[in-house]
């Protein structure tokens, strides 16, 4: 026997027995005639006293540990003289009469401990030891439970969990495939799965009406904090049910993981639920953050005509209002300028209206509008005395952009987005089809199996840009968790959508063929959602990375340095493949 109690269980109530430990030395305390050795598993921390009269053979043994040795040790729980609240077993300690050490180990590369001294690099090269420090394994752990409630939900409601195969031709979901090439079919190559989305609709035309899988899926993308190359979905598919439906069934999933992991109970009502184009309008964005208002005003035919050429000529105008904040001083406003003027937001600049406590207001357009005129656009968006108001301006897509990364940069500098509060939310009614002006075509905003809203088909022909789906998004404090839709489940109107995404009749059967045909053979109506799992790990866990819930992520640039991977690989294994290198 190894071990008789883990590193985190002994309280008082144990004084007196014997017991036998094994961990890892985290740290060790000579203090001469008494040496305190701090021992630790996933469980937690113990402390071990080696005294005076523990014998010689332990004392010697003691004096060689050092920093992540594999010890196990035998002692008698004795109650500590000085106590350590901090910790769950502070109360005692382990005096002990045996020590073995079972494995010896180099000094660590960085300390492991509740916070390390490791940069990030380091400890994604030594990522294993990474993985002993507690915030890590906090966050296995919340991944583990919440994957164990997902799968006991889902199976309470009779889903089935059914893999389906890694090595599967292209599906086309509008990220890069990763490609395995095929040693038995020389030339030829297998993609891995962007998602099972082809799979699981197969699934249902096979009959198995309620399927679930928690499956890695691959996209080849650039990488960004919140993106992986692999990564893991919650995908779902069920059949004979409309949008409400799949709603209503992912909605009771969500609130089990909220409240099986975070003790967090929604009201019994519906989660809210908005179409696209109200998100867009009041939000800027189809994920909105909806833990604060400080909605968006359009501010347009308001606020044009007065001479003041930047509105004249713009598009749209819109403005938030920063509640409280007509004491900014000059440099608060010319950082949060800053901040909407960096590339990646792009505003041109900031207009500013202040509504001071004394009911006088100020602007940075003064010289164009008189003070009724920006009284007008300060009741408009709803500010009171004492607020500030933003208002930007320019073509209507960028500037919703720039408003809304405005809203949720000033949500976050007035402390609006408190990582305890959870705003759950339905987006509904996407466009089906997003027009991309640089190749001059309708590509699909979800996928190209997701169906038009039936009172929309007729546009299909007409007006697609104005055909509306049935997919929605599940959407969390601004970070879109999952997405699906209701699929197409007829061959004909399959065909019709592969024409408008610009796929010839011989391509769309080339690559499609396999799903149209099995239309043909009596395809229930289905639908599903597939929630991204690490994203959904890191919004429990109050993180922005995903990183720390994957136990062996790659890093920025799509390596994984432990391992060194990918690497390049042998002639031999090239000739195999029948595959010449071009560099
Ligand atoms: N396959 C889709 C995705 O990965 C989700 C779905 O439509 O179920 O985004």
């Known amino acids: 026997m190894y071990r008789s109690n883990t590193c985190g269980e002994l309280r008082l109530s144990d004084v007196g027995q014997t017991v036998t430990l094994a961990g890892w030395v985290q740290k060790v305390r000579n203090l001469g005639a008494m040496t305190f050795v701090d021992l630790r598993d996933r469980y937690g921390i113990t402390?071990?006293?080696?005294?005076?009269?523990?014998?010689?053979?332990?004392?010697?043994?003691?004096?060689?540990?050092?920093?992540?040795?594999?010890?196990?040790?035998?002692?008698?729980?004795?109650?500590?003289?000085?106590?350590?609240?901090?910790?769950?077993?502070?109360?005692?300690?382990?005096?002990?009469?045996?020590?073995?050490?079972?494995?010896?180990?180099?000094?660590?590369?960085?300390?492991?401990?509740?916070?390390?001294?490791?940069?990030?690099?380091?400890?994604?090269?030594?990522?294993?030891?990474?993985?002993?420090?507690?915030?890590?394994?906090?966050?296995?752990?919340?991944?583990h439970r919440l994957a164990q409630a997902?799968?006991?939900?889902?199976?309470?409601?009779?889903?089935?969990?059914?893999?389906?195969?890694?090595?599967?031709?292209?599906?086309?979901?509008?990220?890069?495939?990763?490609?395995?090439?095929?040693?038995?079919?020389?030339?030829?190559?297998?993609?891995?799965?962007?998602?099972?989305?082809?799979?699981?609709?197969?699934?249902?035309?096979?009959?198995?009406?309620?399927?679930?899988?928690?499956?890695?899926?691959?996209?080849?993308e650039d990488l960004r904090a919140d993106r992986q190359p692999e990564f893991t979905q919650i995908d779902c598919e069920m059949s004979f049910v409309e949008q409400e439906d799949v709603l209503t069934t992912f909605e009771g999933m969500m609130r089990k993981l909220?409240?099986?992991?975070?003790?967090?109970?929604?009201?019994?009502?519906p989660f809210r639920r908005m179409p696209y184009a109200e998100a867009m309008a009041r939000y800027g964005n189809d994920k909105p953050d909806l833990r604060f208002g400080m909605e968006i005003c359009e501010l347009t035919t308001l606020a044009q005509g007065r001479g003041f050429g930047v509105f004249d000529e713009a598009e749209y105008i819109g403005a938030v209002c920063a509640a409280g904040c007509a004491g900014w001083t000059r440099k608060q406003i010319d950082e949060i300028t800053e901040y909407v003027k960096r590339p990646q937001v792009g505003a041109k600049g900031l207009v500013w209206v202040r509504l001071d406590e004394g009911g006088e207001v100020k602007s940075s357009v003064d010289k164009f509008y008189q003070p009724e005129d920006l009284r007008a656009w300060a009741e408009a968006v709803g500010a009171q005395k004492g607020d500030l108001v933003f208002v930007v301006s320019g073509a209507r897509g960028q500037?919703?952009?720039?408003?809304?990364?405005?809203?949720?940069?000033?949500?976050?500098?007035?402390?609006?987005?408190?990582?305890?509060?959870?705003?759950?939310?339905?987006?509904?009614?996407?466009?089906?089809?997003?027009?991309?002006?640089?190749?001059?075509?309708?590509?699909?905003?979800?996928?190209?199996?997701?169906?038009?809203?039936?009172?929309?088909?007729?546009?299909?022909?007409?007006?697609?840009?104005?055909?509306?789906?049935?997919?929605?998004?599940?959407?969390?404090?601004?970070v879109e968790i999952g997405g699906g839709s209701i699929r197409i489940f007829d061959s004909k109107l399959q065909a019709q959508m592969f024409e408008l995404l610009g796929f010839t009749p011989e391509k769309a059967a080339e690559q499609f063929g396999f799903l149209m045909n099995a239309f043909r053979f009596g395809a229930p109506p289905h639908g599903g959602i597939a929630f991204g799992f690490?994203?959904?790990?890191?919004?429990?866990?109050?993180?922005?990375?995903?990183?720390?819930?994957i136990a062996f992520p790659k890093n920025n640039s799509g390596r994984d340095v432990m391992i060194d991977a990918p690497s390049r690989i042998d002639k031999s294994q090239l000739d195999e493949l029948s595959l010449k290198l071009d560099l």
């Not at 500098?413 to 466009?431: H, M, Q, Y």
Request: a negative charge; glycine letters at 8%; one cysteine or more.
């Open 47 to 143: 402390q071990l006293v080696v005294a005076e009269d523990a014998g010689d053979a332990v004392k010697a043994v003691a004096g060689e540990l050092g920093r992540e040795f594999v010890v196990q040790a035998t002692g008698r729980v004795i109650e500590r003289a000085s106590k350590n609240a901090k910790i769950p077993t502070g109360d005692i300690e382990v005096a002990v009469s045996e020590l073995r050490v079972l494995s010896a180990a180099d000094t660590p590369p960085f300390t492991i401990e509740e916070t390390s001294d490791g940069g990030d690099d380091l400890r994604m090269k030594y990522r294993y030891l990474d993985l002993r420090r507690p915030p890590l394994q906090r966050a296995m752990m919340l991944r």
């Open 150 to 220: 997902a799968r006991q939900y889902l199976d309470g409601q009779g889903f089935m969990e059914i893999e389906t195969p890694f090595l599967i031709g292209s599906t086309p979901e509008g990220a890069r495939d990763f490609v395995v090439p095929s040693r038995m079919n020389a030339g030829e190559f297998y993609a891995l799965p962007q998602s099972p989305q082809t799979f699981k609709q197969l699934l249902m035309v096979a009959g198995y009406d309620k399927y679930f899988q928690i499956v890695r899926c691959f996209r080849d």
């Open 399 to 478: 500037s919703l952009r720039v408003l809304s990364e405005l809203r949720l940069e000033l949500g976050e500098r007035l402390g609006l987005r408190d990582k305890t509060k959870f705003a759950p939310l339905w987006v509904v009614d996407f466009p089906l089809l997003e027009w991309d002006e640089e190749t001059e075509r309708f590509y699909a905003m979800h996928h190209p199996f997701t169906s038009p809203k039936p009172e929309d088909v007729s546009l299909l022909g007409s007006d697609p840009g104005k055909v509306r789906a049935n997919a929605y998004d599940f959407v969390v404090n601004g």
């Open 534 to 549: 690490d994203r959904l790990c890191s919004l429990f866990g109050g993180a922005d990375s995903i990183r720390d819930y």
């Open 258 to 269: 909220f409240a099986d992991t975070l003790q967090v109970e929604f009201p019994a009502e």
